[in-house]
């Protein structure tokens, strides 16, 4: 069965954070107290980015925070975030909100029963009869997860309307009282947004045909450690090892190779990878590990220039850029995220229809 994309969104959250801003910030908050800050904070300098947007206001982050104060900042952002991307993506498609059958909602980041779907329902305008698919815990592989999950429940149901939506607010696990190096370097990444896309089996009669693959995964045994969350009183906190860049260096391109034999692409060349940018170091990785030209990956650059790693959703900004400067041919979407998963998607993009 044929699975077409039809809408595909990005959303940020009001509060827009500058780098320089973060630093100062963070300087406050962990100079007198950590004392291997000063080397840390050089990162802020070298991660290629200049702006990320929140879903609270710098000074959140100055005070203390508990699960019950972070999870009222989730429940207000998450829905926000998830409302504007959901209403742009049907925007896009042609569709009315009434008209969806089926809404797959990806987060790590934010724990909310009834799921954030559920709670945008009346305000989305859904039928109380939609189907409810809510994913938790694939990290920053979940944009690439979620697109795949969702194609299949699309091909699963001829003539269904699926939307997915894509929220995390990563800010909202930044912690202060853990001093450990993998919270500086999640203060210098991460920040908040969210995607959506609008899948069905029908063929577009207008713009851009973009036909989905075949997905698929890999999981490296004995690498539960690599990221993810550590989950105490306070909170959610985050698992970062310094490992990434080395470890997608040398496991990545044959994981690549293994996904486009397993996808049936054959001979097809790929004509673009798009790729979940962690951090610049990662996308160098990237670069090397697929064999492609240092720089090649700039729109993963300026996603992560204009608006830092947002987790699973950030994939998705980068494929919006990719498809909005007119690339077509066969592409593969990919990321990883905690398992430690490679998540692989193919994509072919036509040109626009006559």
């Not at 904070?41 to 980015?49: C, L, P, R, V």
């Not at 939307?163 to 202060?176: G, K, N």
Request: some cysteine; aromatic content about 8%.
């Amino acid at each position: 069965m044929s699975v077409y994309l039809h809408g595909l969104s990005t959303a940020l959250p009001a509060h827009c954070l500058h780098q320089s801003e973060v630093r100062a910030r963070a300087a406050e908050i962990f100079e007198r107290k950590y004392p291997d800050f000063d080397r840390l904070s050089k990162s802020f300098d070298t991660a290629g980015i200049d702006t990320r947007h929140s879903v609270v206001p710098l000074e959140w982050f100055s005070e203390p925070h508990g699960w019950s104060d972070r999870a009222e900042a989730f429940a207000s952002g998450a829905k926000a975030l998830f409302v504007d991307a959901a209403r742009a993506a049907l925007r896009e498609a042609g569709w009315q909100s009434a008209e969806v059958d089926i809404v797959v909602t990806v987060c790590s980041t934010g724990i909310a029963t009834p799921s954030l779907e559920a709670q945008a329902l009346t305000e989305m305008g859904f039928r109380d009869s939609v189907l409810r698919v809510p994913i938790f815990g694939l990290g920053c592989a979940g944009g690439v997860s979620g697109l795949a999950t969702a194609g299949l429940l699309a091909a699963g149901r001829p003539g269904a309307k699926v939307l997915l939506v894509v929220v995390e607010t990563c800010s909202l696990a930044f912690r202060a009282d853990r001093l450990q190096k993998a919270d500086i370097i999640a203060a210098v990444l991460f920040g908040d947004g969210a995607a959506a896309a609008c899948l069905s089996d029908d063929m577009p009669l207008d713009g851009p045909s973009i036909l989905l693959g075949a997905a698929h995964q890999k999981t490296w045994p004995e690498t539960l450690g690599i990221m993810g969350w550590d989950v105490d009183e306070i909170g959610f906190g985050v698992i970062f090892d310094r490992s990434i860049p080395e470890f997608i260096a040398q496991e990545f391109g044959a994981a690549a190779q293994e996904a486009v034999r397993a996808t049936r692409l054959g001979d097809t060349p790929i004509a673009r990878y798009v790729c979940h940018p962690g951090g610049a170091k990662v996308v160098e990785a990237l670069e090397g590990a697929l064999h492609i030209e240092q720089g090649s990956l700039d729109a993963e650059r300026e996603i992560l220039r204009r608006a830092g790693n947002m987790s699973a959703p950030t994939v998705l900004f980068v494929l919006k850029a990719v498809l909005d400067a007119g690339r077509t041919g066969q592409m593969m979407a990919c990321a990883l995220g905690p398992g430690f998963t490679a998540s692989f998607l193919p994509l072919s993009v036509g040109a626009k229809a006559a």
